[in-house]
């Protein structure tokens, strides 16, 4: 039982990563039904970037934790948006279109953004500042770190405050008209391009909050970071329904909690083998996803 | 001067020409019914007016202003409004909201607009909380209309507004039509409903196969032998059988 629970807290921790990038996944899809391959690395990117603002912030002499990570947050998240936007402009827009070349240009982006981080910072790993070694709490057997509490708990406030911009904003509503059907919002004065432009930007900002996390609760980046967590992630957002926002939140918190179960259990090794194969069970059970019910609901 | 002018209107889907060069025109105030068979280039001819297809040659000038290169976001805030075939309402979102979107181009949802189309479709208002996808055909084409109408268009490009409807829903809209014109909206409209659109239009164009085949008054092309056989369904000979 001890193991079930510190694996439940740490699973919901990784989970809090897999569902911030995975919302970047299915708010694409949602709305231009595309398979962002870079996404995986835009994460990437915003992890590198929040290490450049720590590192320029040390040179200013700034070290408290609170702002010098406030600012690290706010600096990656800023730039790793303008990025996605720029990638949806050179990468994507001329080829809404062209269906299979799209997704070539996809993995072209991806492959772009992680040999450029290999280019101008290392193709080592690099060291993140370590901020955030309190203690937290014990509960009995099970610890729970400062950080992760962090972790989770501003997971779950960006999550929130994505939700109310969808369904609580002019251009949320944009955007879920837009998904619906693309030609009726041109209608209605909807400039598709914005819009679509301004979900790409949310997405990575999400992303590169991850990223920055990341960073301080790992020790440590590399450009290929993101590779590997972007599958999980993007297999995360189909398996809450893709397209499907609340999916994408439930489905990253599942696959985080189901891996490290299996950690737990079997050991980390197999951690990937089990969760994947639940995956895979749970898939073949209900194919659309576990939220995504009915086939035109996307957003 | 007219509101709308159509010069030598050209459009291609690929290399299949839809639209072999059609020109018409609207005058402010007016209502223009384009008839046609299926396939005749009615709803090409409104979807490269509205700017959701780029004509291949020719001109659409509305109120003024060239148009034909715009992007169709930019038309509707010129003042155009295209209803579609189909209706394309937003399925999954509230009444409220679609009308909503269609004043997405102004700052706030304009009070005096949704006041006339609840006036307009007073079973809307009852509506108004409910999701549009489980409203029956009748309403939902309503609420295509009263969305259009929150854009404030001074011409409404309508196609096939009855289609699917049941009769007396089919008077309805008619009828609703004719009041938003009263008010000073112009229109043109698509129609397989060909005697329904003559009593209601002033003018009409008759389309076949993408050219302009008749134009004139809608009281002539009543009376007009070619018209009330293929689209009326009156005057055709009789002829034994055997």
Redo the contacts between chains.
């Keep these: 039982m001890t193991v079930a629970l510190q694996q439940l807290v740490n699973g919901l921790t990784v989970g809090s990563f897999y569902a911030l990038i995975a919302l970047g996944y299915t708010m694409v899809y949602g709305i231009i039904r595309l398979i962002n391959f870079a996404h995986g690395d835009i994460y990437a990117v915003g992890a590198f970037l929040g290490l450049s603002t720590y590192g320029l912030l040390r040179l200013l002499h700034v070290d408290n934790p609170i702002l010098t990570t406030l600012l690290g947050l706010v600096v990656s998240m800023g730039c790793t948006g303008l990025l996605g936007m720029l990638v949806y402009r050179v990468a994507y827009r001329p080829l809404l279109h062209a269906r299979l070349s799209i997704l070539i240009s996809a993995i072209g982006a991806s492959l772009t953004l992680e040999y450029g981080l290999f280019l101008i910072y290392s193709p080592s790993f690099l060291v993140y500042p370590h901020l955030f070694d309190t203690p937290g709490m014990s509960l009995g057997d099970i610890s729970v770190s400062g950080l992760q509490i962090i972790i989770f708990v501003s997971g779950l406030v960006l999550m929130a405050a994505l939700y109310l911009i969808v369904h609580r904003t002019?251009i949320g509503?944009?955007m879920?008209?837009l998904a619906?059907?693309q030609?009726?919002?041109?209608?209605?004065?909807?400039?598709?391009n914005r819009v679509v432009a301004l979900t790409f930007f949310l997405g990575s900002t999400l992303a590169a909050f991850a990223g920055v996390l990341t960073g301080l609760y790992y020790s440590q980046i590399s450009f290929l970071m993101g590779f590997l967590i972007g599958l999980k992630a993007f297999t995360a957002a189909v398996l809450g329904g893709i397209g499907n926002i609340p999916g994408a939140v439930v489905g990253g918190f599942l696959l985080g909690v189901l891996e490290g179960l299996a950690a737990g259990y079997f050991s980390s090794r197999w951690k990937d083998v089990v969760a994947f194969g639940i995956l895979i069970v749970i898939l073949v059970v209900r194919p659309r996803g576990l939220l995504g019910e009915?086939v035109?609901?996307r957003m | 001067m007219n509101l709308l002018e159509v010069r030598n209107l050209v459009t291609a889907y690929g290399s299949i020409e839809a639209l072999h060069g059609i020109s018409l025109d609207v005058a402010d105030g007016e209502i223009v019914a384009l008839l046609g068979a299926n396939g005749a280039g009615k709803t090409t001819a409104l979807r490269t007016i509205s700017g959701l297809l780029r004509p291949r040659s020719g001109e659409v000038w509305f109120a003024g202003a060239r148009i034909d290169r715009r992007p169709a976001h930019d038309i509707v805030r010129l003042g155009l409004t295209h209803v579609p075939e189909g209706r394309w309402i937003f399925s999954l979102m509230t009444v409220d909201e679609n009308l909503r979107l269609g004043a997405y181009a102004e700052p706030r949802v304009p009070q005096a607009a949704l006041d006339r189309v609840f006036t307009l479709f007073p079973r809307l208002r009852e509506r108004r909380a409910q999701v549009a996808g489980t409203l029956s055909g009748g309403e939902q084409q309503m609420l295509a209309i009263a969305r259009a109408l929150m854009t404030r268009p001074r011409l409404l490009l309508l196609d096939e507004p009855s289609m699917g409807l049941a009769p007396v829903l089919v008077r309805l809209i008619i009828q609703t039509i004719a009041e938003i014109n009263r008010d000073g909206t112009t229109v043109l409209i698509v129609e397989q409903n060909a005697s329904a659109a003559l009593r209601l239009a002033r003018r009409a164009y008759v389309l076949e196969n993408g050219r302009v085949a008749l134009e004139g008054p809608s009281a002539d092309l009543a009376k007009n032998e070619r018209v009330r056989q293929a689209y009326l369904g009156v005057g055709a000979p009789l002829r034994a059988q055997g």
Aim: no cysteine; aromatic share 0%; glycine share 4%.
């Design positions: 002019k509503m944009a879920r008209a619906i059907n030609d009726a919002a041109r209608l209605m004065g909807i400039d598709v009915r035109v609901e």
